[in-house]
């Protein structure tokens, strides 16, 4: 089930236009046991606010559907995840006083990953509607609120619950129906000496890397920092800091405050990637032009190679079954008739198949045993640990097709 979007997520303005489609697709988070499963298919439609310049999905996707038992990401099968969300523990221990009676608090909190990172021992709370599936991994010393968050959850979670002073949302601030009032929300919960740290994809990054899998049915907004410092000005907060990183294909890390808090602000990074938007024109129009063009060439160049290895008799699998691989199979027209099989290391999805386009997802032991020529790897922003891994594979001839940002193929050590 789906809805058209008549106002924008956050102003509630119906001035919209529509940028960006990538037609329709069946949900792009979910994996069917079979192809007899009945999946939502929907538009995958970018549209901007011509009121306050948000870009975002032209609709809007059932949450149940979307986080149910066959949502498939968890982040601690990703040793590149892991360190990252180690790190980001560790920085962010050092930038507020914990006590003992201090709570943290990180909103989509999946397998508990981040929360198991802190050293520092106080109250530790995950909340993420799909916590259920991802409970056994909780430690005791964690608790777990297996919903959506809101501060209403957490106040009648906890008795006499006062405020927090780390909250954290990685990967998921651009999955919201009403980003203003989950604004309000964190600000609310937020100590004063408390800081928000938040991480998602960069709208920049994504159109000058053509990385239009970043666009699924669970991504409804595409943030740049102009739009995030707009909006928690708007809302009683403040930037502290902002870093870009290359998790995800392109992301960008948040770090903020109450207005009144007293934390110092690195003007230098805030003020250095606002000047380059405007540049670049990012809360308009223009830059989605150059965009479509990009991905539809990309589009044509990746079914030419795949076609011509078929006819060449080559044995082509994929790479990894994830949200972000399942919108370029869709939108390439990549079914089982071009792949095999999709090697993956999560035993959940071994035995199911890509949404729309059939594909049997098996265990990389398996797919050794076919012998694979070529790899196409769907989740190609852990580049580098991919080909580390894959050392041994390509070395005895095998080789990685890697989707984007350009179309690249490593064979023996080399492109």
């Avoid at 007293?262 to 024109?281: A, C, M, Q, T």
């Avoid at 640990?385 to 097709?401: A, P």
Wanted: aromatic share 10%; glycine share 6%; charged share 25%.
């Amino acid at each position: 089930m789906y809805t058209s979007l008549t106002n924008c997520r956050y102003c509630k303005s119906k001035n919209l236009t529509s940028v960006l489609s990538l037609g329709e697709q069946y949900l792009t988070g979910v994996f069917p046991e079979n192809e007899n499963e009945i999946i939502t298919k929907g538009p995958l439609e970018l549209c901007i606010c011509n009121n306050c310049a948000l870009v975002q999905l032209s609709h809007s996707y059932d949450l149940i559907e979307m986080y149910g038992d066959n949502y498939g990401y968890r982040s601690g099968l990703n040793p590149t995840m892991i360190e990252h969300l180690q790190n980001k523990a560790a920085i962010l221990e050092g930038t507020v006083d914990l006590l003992p009676s201090d709570f943290i608090i990180d909103i989509g909190s999946n397998d508990a990953t981040l929360l198991k990172s802190y050293k520092f021992n106080c109250n530790k709370v995950g909340i993420d509607p799909t916590g259920n599936k991802f409970s056994h991994f909780y430690p005791k010393n964690i608790d777990l609120i297996a919903d959506f968050f809101s501060k209403k959850n957490i106040l009648d979670a906890f008795d006499g619950f006062n405020s927090a002073k780390i909250i954290t949302s990685i990967a998921m601030f651009y999955d919201l129906c009403d980003p203003q009032k989950f604004i309000c929300d964190v600000r609310d919960l937020l100590d004063v000496d408390g800081v928000w740290h938040f991480e998602q994809s960069y709208l920049p990054t994504m159109i000058e890397t053509n990385s239009y899998d970043t666009i699924c049915h669970e991504h409804l907004e595409y943030y740049s920092l102009t739009m995030i410092n707009k909006m928690l000005r708007e809302n009683g907060m403040k930037i502290i800091d902002v870093k870009i990183n290359e998790i995800n294909g392109g992301s960008f890390a948040v770090t903020a405050c109450k207005k009144e808090a007293r934390f110092e602000v690195n003007s230098h990074n805030v003020d250095f990637l606002i000047k380059k938007e405007k540049i670049l024109g990012i809360d308009t129009q223009k830059p989605f032009m150059k965009f479509r063009n990009s991905i539809l060439n990309h589009k044509k160049e990746l079914i030419n190679i795949l076609n011509k290895l078929k006819k060449e008799g080559k044995i082509v699998h994929g790479y990894g079954a994830s949200t972000k691989g399942n919108v370029i199979l869709q939108f390439c027209g990549i079914t089982n008739e071009h792949i095999d099989y999709i090697a993956e290391v999560n035993p959940e999805k071994f035995n199911k198949i890509t949404p729309g386009t059939n594909i049997k997802i098996i265990s990389e032991t398996e797919s050794r045993r076919h012998k694979p020529d070529y790899y196409l790897v769907l989740p190609w922003h852990f580049k580098n640990f991919i080909i580390q891994k894959e050392h041994e594979f390509i070395k005895n001839g095998g080789k990685l097709i890697f989707p984007l940002p350009n179309i690249e193929i490593i064979s023996n050590g080399k492109n």
